[in-house]
Nanobody, 117 residues
């Protein structure tokens, strides 16, 4: 059973930084991509960033230049370095892994990020 466990969320002032971590366990097949999504109250879940098995990255326009995604393939882990945080970055952040030939999606339980103004 694949499990994703996130950590690193918290409360930070605007302009501050946080680093999110996510580790996947129980993985048998290849992880095609890992990424981060977020969901703010009253809004739909949105993509923040993802990184493929070849290292290709993609970011939401709202976080480009401020967030950096990275991956440790040996540890089956993904990280999100968040700098210059804004109040509008406040959300529940979810880790995602797309695994296997059928690109099945797996999700973590979410970690809360709150940015105060």
């Amino acid at each position: 059973q694949v499990q994703l466990v996130e950590s690193g969320g918290g409360l930070v002032q605007a302009g501050g930084s946080l680093r999110l971590s996510c580790a996947a366990s129980g993985v048998i097949f290849e992880i095609n991509a890992m990424g981060w999504y977020r969901q703010a109250p009253g809004k739909e879940r949105e993509l923040v960033a993802f990184i493929t098995s070849t290292g290709t990255t993609n970011y939401a326009n709202s976080v480009k230049g401020r967030f950096t995604i990275s991956r440790d393939r040996v540890k089956n882990a993904v990280y999100l370095q968040m700098n210059s945080l804004k109040p509008e970055d406040t959300a529940l952040y979810y880790c995602n892994a797309r695994i296997g030939v059928y690109h099945n999606d797996f999700w973590g339980q979410g970690t809360q990020v709150t940015v105060s103004s």
